[in-house]
């Protein structure tokens, strides 16, 4: 505009041709005095006015002096010649826009075609419409305000999200539920409820809450990506548009969600849009993304064929307001009738037949008669009927004054639209505060159908923000997936000097279009950000680059787990496993369940862990080669300290020996570690003699262990694992050396210090690794799939040896169920309960159910029974003195190998009983 203004001013006064000489003019403040000195000295003068407004346009100060300058540039208009009134309203009208007065710009550009502007003013004025459309839809897509919740409120919403995270879901929804009815516009309270819905598994009522949530809040990423999975997955074709939809728009909000884009894909595939398909599977691949799932779709786009639907019904109208045939039949006379007070003698009788004929009321209130009373007390709780009579009464010419207690009833009912249509009577009010308040009302309803009007009106009655619209921008055409487009609206490429929020745009912006080293290089120049820190360390996730250390340095101090796998990486990269390997753990702890980069570092750490075990046989076996004679002793001495696993590895190689270890592992912890180690905290007061006989009586603690010890060495030895001796395992030997230590200084005197340190290890580093024992047991997620395949086994089976088979129910409590058991001993008790039951039933209901349950102690616990509705009794007691090896038997005995119990219940009709195993649930 600058340059547009610089060639209008060409023949200015010399204080003008001053002001544009760079010799005498220094900055934008004298140039500001210049033009005014010039438009004091030639008011009639138009090119000092035009360039002043371009000028003007550009700084930050100019909404507090727009009405100041408004009225200047007004002074000018009135006294420019009629050719000069084209340049300088083009001028005037892009200062209106700088300063958010977008409907007085586009009013005065609109009213410029009766001056005939010519080609390049035309073109100008094209240019400068678009750009005011640009920004009004930059507008639209701010956030609705908020309300401000009290401090109870606060702490009701703080109370429900520790439900959530405790998984007391429908405590934490009952909450939220009421929050929301107290205020439908508070977005913390809507996300609670949203998350809510999902854990109890109400995903309609979840995409709902959403919709809801994105109207209020555009910006709010997280539920933009929900709605977005929970359409492409449950809406089926008819909703496919509003998935993508909402999936453009939480990429463009997170661009570091790449996975999105196999939704995206999956989603255009469903519609038939194999070129838009196969654009998502290359932006997928361009950030770094690897699956067979996106192999998968690329083949299935290359056969595609294209879909498309449609649908649509419209809504029956009320029977309040339905007239009768005769009603309708005065009414068609009183349009005929030979004069006006025939008709209205007419349209009373179609009235008092049926009072809530709205067309006829509407007539005669157009002929002079009032709204009758009767055709209001028909309608009066008719929302839709009152609407429509108000929307009549206004195209008949009726004042607002007259409508608003109709619209006031229809609110008061509820109506979907009569929020947005007292909005609009308030803004023709001038009561800007009452009809914001209707239209955020509005937008927290379920479904609007004039969102984009309500979004029109408020940028009417709201003053406009003063924020930066070009992020706002660039997000648009992000969502519309023109990512050149949004780094054209941005303006420029990063450089240093930028503001933060410019460089953070750009570098979404090139994230978003699979250019991850410009993003980073943005990133980087804003990194004095949290945010900026953030985004750079999930891109360098994919792409770690030697350059962004200290970047991810620091953001690993503030807690940020990408740059944790980040640095780990660059780490692997400089062969320093033993960097990266701590670092790989607290990542695992702490990312994200959908980070991106868990995957690979699980497979990273497995191979650190491979590499590591080769490693120390590799230099075993250099130092086997060192020499002869003594040094083979000292080799084969060494190989037998050495020899065998240690009780982690031989639970990993084989899960079936963990319920030994299992058995163990909480004997120790019972009888050793909580009841009699546990005394050595007791030292202080003179109560030496009991700490002692505690734990040197009737054998001392350190024999006790280590007679577990070998006895789970026998037992490992029996499936062929050996263990190591005690004193280089790495769990039970350190244990053996403390209590023996504690023992050694008990039979003496002194040695407190000592003592006392010796119980904190036993407290805390021996009951860790005693507990990390237990978390590596086998883990057997069942789902309906799983379950399924085992009772077709099963039937297979039983039909081939000619026995009656019934369809078993499934009840599955969640999408799985994961049991701390054994793979094949879970299926061998699984076939063996169906089994029994299909034989006790006779032909009779079976019903399979899996789900977790808590005991009296609290405990979780996960439960498999089958239940059959035979009239036939079974007892704990019957089944325990069943010999062993086969049918309920055997479910008894591997039940209690896995430390769980054998269960009969009672079954509700038309079930009687049934009889399944309980197991603790797995260990986090």
């Known amino acids: 505009m600058i340059a547009v203004v610089a060639a209008l001013v060409a023949a200015s006064a010399s204080p003008l041709r001053a002001a544009r000489e760079p010799a005498a003019v220094t900055s934008r403040e004298d140039s500001e005095r210049a033009y005014r000195a010039s438009i004091r000295r030639h008011p009639a003068r138009w090119q000092a006015y035009a360039a002043l407004a ?87 897509v701010e956030d609705w305000p908020e309300p401000l919740p009290s401090p109870t409120q606060r702490a009701e919403l703080a109370a429900a999200e520790q439900k959530l995270l405790a998984n007391d879901a429908r405590s934490a929804l009952a909450t939220a539920d009421s929050l ?37 809040s555009p910006s709010h990423a997280e539920a933009w990506r929900r709605l977005g999975e929970i359409l492409a997955a449950e809406g089926g074709l008819l ?20 996975g999105l884009w196999l939704v995206r894909a999956r989603v255009a595939l469903r519609q038939g849009r194999v070129q838009d398909a196969l654009r998502a599977l290359d932006r997928y691949s361009r950030t770094g993304g690897e699956s067979a799932e996106a192999s998968r779709l690329a083949a299935a786009a290359r056969a595609q064929a294209g879909l498309d639907s449609s649908q649509g019904v419209p809504a029956a109208p009320s029977s309040s307001r339905e007239p009768s045939p005769a009603a309708r039949l005065l009414f068609q006379q009183a349009a005929s009738a030979e004069s006006p007070d025939r008709a209205r003698e007419l349209l009373h009788e179609a009235l008092a037949d049926s009072p809530g004929f709205i067309e006829a009321a509407v007539a005669l209130h157009a002929s002079g008669d ?282 990993r190689r084989s899960p079936r020996f963990f319920p030994h270890v299992a058995r163990v592992v909480n004997e120790l912890r019972h009888d050793v570690l909580k009841h009699r180690a546990g005394v050595l905290g007791m030292l202080g007061g003179g109560r030496r003699e009991d700490v002692a006989r505690a734990l040197l009586s009737p054998e001392p603690a350190s024999k006790a262990v280590a007679a577990q010890y070998e006895a789970l060495r026998g037992a490992a030895r029996a499936q062929g694992i050996s263990l190591r001796r005690l004193r280089r395992e790495p769990v039970f030997g350190p244990l053996v050396r403390d209590l023996a230590r504690a023992e050694a200084l008990l039979h003496g005197q002194g040695g407190e210090a000592e003592l006392l340190a010796i119980d904190e290890r036993v407290r805390g580093v021996h009951g860790q690794r005693l507990a990390a024992l237990l978390r590596l047991g086998p883990r057997t997620r069942l789902d309906a799939a799983a379950v399924a395949g085992w009772i077709r086994d099963v039937e297979a089976e039983m039909r081939r040896a000619g026995s009656a088979w019934t369809a078993p129910s499934i009840l599955l409590q969640g999408m799985e169920v994961e049991f701390a058991v054994e793979r094949g001993a879970l299926s061998t008790i699984f076939a063996n309960l169906l089994r029994n039951a299909q034989a006790a039933s006779g032909g009779g209901e079976v019903i399979v159910r899996l789900g977790e349950e808590r005991d009296a102690a609290g405990r979780t616990l996960t439960v498999l029974m089958v239940g059959d509705s035979s009239a036939h009794a079974v007892s704990l007691d019957a089944i325990e003195q069943r010999e062993s090896g086969r049918g309920l038997a055997l479910v008894r005995d591997l039940t209690r190998e896995w430390q769980g119990h054998l269960i009969v219940r009672p079954e509700e009709p038309p079930w009687t009983k049934a009889v399944g195993a309980r197991f603790p649930a797995p260990r986090s």
Not at 56 to 62: G, T
Not at 85 to 99: G, H, K, M, N, Y
Not at 190 to 205: F, Q
Not at 239 to 258: C, G, H, M, N, Y
Request: glycine share 6%.
């Open 239 to 258: 909703e496919a548009d509003r998935a993508d939809e909402a999936l453009r728009q939480a990429l463009s909000l997170e661009p570091s969600w790449t």
């Open 370 to 651: 009032p709204i009758p009373e009767a055709t209001a007390q028909a309608l009066q709780a008719d929302g839709e009927g009152l609407l429509e009579l108000s929307a009549q009464v206004r195209r008949a010419g009726g004042g607002s004054a007259l409508v608003a207690p109709f619209v006031d009833r229809a609110v008061e009912l509820g109506a979907p639209e009569s929020r947005y249509v007292r909005a609009q009577l308030r803004a023709e009010q001038a009561d800007r505060q009452g009809a914001l308040s209707d239209l955020v009302a509005y937008v927290a309803s379920a479904q609007p159908r004039h969102l984009a009007e309500a979004r029109a009106l408020r940028a009417q009655i709201s003053a406009p923000s003063r924020t930066d619209l070009s992020p706002l921008l660039a997000r648009i055409r992000l969502a519309e997936d023109r990512p050149e487009a949004a780094l054209a609206a941005l303006g420029s490429s990063c450089r240093e000097g930028m503001p933060p929020e410019r460089l953070i745009a750009l570098g979404e912006v090139h994230e978003f279009a699979g250019e991850p080293a410009r993003a980073l290089d943005c990133y980087r120049l804003a990194a004095l950000t949290p945010e900026a820190l953030r985004r750079l360390a999930r891109v360098a996730e994919g792409h770690p680059d030697p350059r962004l250390l200290p970047e991810l340095q620091e953001a690993e101090k503030q807690g940020m787990p990408e740059a944790r796998w980040a640095l780990a990486r660059l780490d692997l990269a400089a062969g320093q496993r033993e960097l990266a390997l701590p670092r790989i753990e607290r990542f695992l702890a702490t990312a994200a369940p959908d980070d991106v980069g868990l995957a690979e570092a699980r497979a990273a750490r497995e191979a650190i862990h491979k590499a590591s075990t080769a490693a120390a046989r590799a230099r075993l076996r250099d130092r086997a080669a060192l020499g002869a004679g003594g040094l083979l002793l000292l080799v084969a001495a060494a190989s037998w300290l050495w020899a065998g696993s240690t009780v982690e590895s031989a639970l």
């Open 180 to 216: 929301c009815a107290a205020l439908p516009a508070w977005r913390s309270a809507r996300w609670v409820r949203a998350r809510a819905l999902e854990a109890v598994g109400r995903v309609d009522e979840e995409a709902r809450e959403l919709r809801i949530l994105t109207q209020l």
């Open 54 to 140: 371009s000028l003007l346009a550009a700084q930050d100060d100019r909404w507090e002096r727009a009405d100041e300058t408004l009225a200047l540039l007004g002074r000018g208009l009135s006294l420019a010649p009629p050719p000069a009134r084209v340049p300088l309203s083009i001028a005037v009208a892009d200062f209106e826009r700088s300063v958010g007065r977008t409907p007085q710009a586009r009013d005065r550009l609109s009213a410029l075609s009766e001056l005939k502007p010519d080609a390049s003013q035309s073109r100008r004025i094209r240019e400068l419409l678009d750009r005011i459309v640009d920004e009004e839809r930059a507008r639209a």
